[in-house]
């Protein structure tokens, strides 16, 4: 029979010197904040699908990554050593441990059997989650699960969380109102080898938005989701003025950095996790209330600040994660949209183009000028007049939106389809090729389609195209995946039918990633990987489900607890609409660990406490 007491904790020795926790405290701190950046020579396979030219510089993961195995090894080394040592012991849970196998052994299998096997082992340009990577975030959460064995251990480890929110917090904050340390030339400084510090570095977001030191505002929004619960929770329940203090400003940075980031993901994410929380830990609620209508209070006094600031961008994000505003948005972009783009082709001498209401057939003769010749659907040649820059339109009124241009005597030839660019070049062997965003030669291809997202292509920020074209790559990932980081090899680069009904942003992008860690994972290490971390979070989420409904969340431990079953629910709610990214994800390990570690903590009697 279940007892509705709050376990009564013994006290034992403490073993664990703080040199030992070195490692994960490097992996907490250190590896979100690296930013160095790092010329890379890029592999023929990698620069193929890439935006063009053999090297690229990286700033944001590449180092994290070598950083997060070398600590991942060096956190191993601690705990075997500390099991030498018997000071700690292999805790008995198999629930958990037999998933995480299953899914390190598809991690593998699929890095073994990718076609591209160095991207699968080394990572993927600007992603860096190769193989070893992968490997690490399930050693940080193993060696986690195993490592707490006090209430001391566990501030370590949270101490450290807020540190990195504080950090964050501040750097984000001058980016937001455009005063980006990072582009300061003392940062840049610090961000640039010898060989570009004179170069000029300048990153793609500018004021009101923070991207921090996460490579994109939206995995800054993943971030705010792990933090923001934790924050809140150490200042609810925070003893004395000088913790109330530090875990206020903890929690106030915290709520900036997910607030300015502008991430629907990241939003969605806290969302969840507020909901979640007001159902399950009202009781703590209403005994915090005064600190919970003063955090109340500072949230929406930041709200107001920074959507004053920012003229109306914050509410303007937060009316949009409404599904009948995201409705509303895609009707009127349906509305907007001239045509329906059928087919994109190139056979031979000729591309065809066929929209909803016209087929357009050029013809490129085989002779020194490259004339062009164009048919309509009924095979009948058009009418076409070329101005003195070579400009070439339509008389006739159906093809209003088509305009070519070419310079005499040259291969290339330069199209925009409703606004929308395509570039062609006929080669020596009198074959028709389309120049892609990357600049090489290629053909157009009809990529496999969920007709679901016909016509709402740019649902989520364009998420339904890319998901519309990733799904049915599911087909021939369900046992292993194409490898680790391997996603963007393998996806319909080509479907410029895709492409052009999805709008003229989407044109000469390339798609490095789902924008869903679940689809990730599943392309990548394949659909069992994925089903193995469903199981893993699901037995987490349920065991805390069951574990905290009934306790006051009177101790440290519980409310640490809680806080971790929070943040790792709003991270896995936002990861509907974001990846996984080593600037991010090694948190995320981090905390599951923690979590589950506090979960046997709390079940058991003899949770060591320090006196």
């Not at 705010?224 to 875990?247: H, Q, R, S, W, Y």
Request: glycine share 6%.
């Amino acid at each position: 029979m279940e007892s509705n007491e709050t376990p009564q904790i013994k006290e034992t020795p403490l073993h664990k010197s703080i040199f030992y926790f070195l490692p994960l405290i490097f992996i907490i701190i250190i590896i979100p904040l690296i930013t160095y950046g790092k010329i890379v020579e890029l592999p023929l396979a990698e620069a193929n699908f890439w935006k063009g030219g053999s090297t690229h510089v990286d700033f944001f993961s590449y180092y994290k990554s070598t950083f997060l195995i070398i600590a991942a090894c060096m956190a191993l080394l601690s705990y075997g050593m500390l099991i030498l040592n018997h000071s700690i012991t292999l805790q008995n849970e198999k629930k958990y441990y037999i998933p995480m196998i299953f899914y390190c052994i598809f991690v593998v299998l699929s890095s073994i059997f990718s076609p591209y096997r160095n991207v699968a082992l080394l990572g993927f340009i600007d992603m860096y989650q190769g193989m070893s990577v992968l490997l690490s975030y399930i050693l940080i959460a193993f060696i986690m699960m195993n490592f707490l064995s006090a209430e001391r251990d566990i501030k370590v480890i949270i101490n450290s969380f807020v540190i990195l929110a504080i950090i964050v917090g501040i750097l984000g904050l001058s980016q937001y109102f455009g005063y980006d340390l990072l582009q300061t030339d003392i940062g840049k400084k610090l961000i640039s080898p010898e060989i570009i510090e004179n170069a000029n570095i300048k990153f793609t977001f500018g004021k009101y938005t923070i991207y921090a030191t996460m490579y994109n505002t939206n995995f800054v929004g993943s971030f705010g989701a792990l933090v923001l619960p934790l924050t809140a929770m150490l200042f609810l329940n925070a003893d004395n003025k000088k913790t109330e203090t530090i875990f206020l400003l903890s929690t106030i940075l915290s709520y900036t950095t997910w607030l300015g980031c502008n991430s629907r993901a990241g939003y969605l994410g806290i969302i969840t996790a507020s909901f979640l929380g007001t159902i399950m830990f009202l009781k703590l609620l209403k005994k915090k209330y005064k600190k919970l209508i003063l955090l109340m209070i500072i949230y929406l006094a930041v709200t107001i600040i920074f959507n004053l600031a920012s003229g109306g961008k914050v509410l303007s994000q937060f009316s949009r994660l409404s599904p009948l505003a995201e409705a509303k948005n895609l009707k009127q972009l349906q509305q907007e949209q001239e045509v329906q783009f059928t087919d994109i082709s190139v056979n031979l001498n000729t591309f065809t183009i066929e929209t909803t209401t016209e087929k357009l057939t050029g013809i490129i003769e085989n002779n020194e000028d490259y004339n062009l010749k164009f048919i309509d659907i009924n095979g009948e040649e058009l009418e076409t007049t070329t101005d003195n820059e070579n400009k070439i339109t339509f008389k006739d009124t159906r093809y209003s939106g088509y305009i070519f241009k070419k310079v005499a005597g040259s291969p290339f030839i330069k199209a925009y389809i409703y606004k929308r660019p395509l570039n062609f070049y006929f080669t020596e062997d009198s074959v028709v090729k389309v120049i892609s965003m990357n600049y090489k030669l290629t053909e157009p291809v009809t990529a496999p389609r969920i007709k679901i997202f016909d016509g709402r292509e740019t649902f989520a920020s364009n998420r339904g195209y890319i998901w519309s074209r990733t799904i049915p790559m599911l087909k021939d990932t369900m046992v292993i995946g194409y490898g680790p980081d391997n996603y963007c090899l393998m996806f319909p680069q080509e479907d410029y039918v895709g492409r052009f009904n999805t709008g003229i942003g989407m044109t000469n992008i390339v798609v490095d990633k789902p924008h869903n860690m679940y689809l990730q994972t599943a392309i990548n290490t394949g659909v069992i990987s994925l089903l193995a971390l469903v199981v893993l979070w699901s037995i987490y989420i349920f065991d805390c489900i069951k574990l905290y409904k009934n306790l006051e969340l009177n101790t440290f431990a519980e409310q640490i607890g809680a806080a971790t079953f929070l943040s790792i629910t709003a991270y896995l709610a936002a990861g509907m609409f974001n990846d996984n990214i080593v600037s991010v994800a090694p948190i995320f390990w981090i905390l599951l660990g923690l979590g589950i570690s506090i979960n046997r903590m709390i079940k058991i009697d003899n949770f060591q406490i320090e006196c």
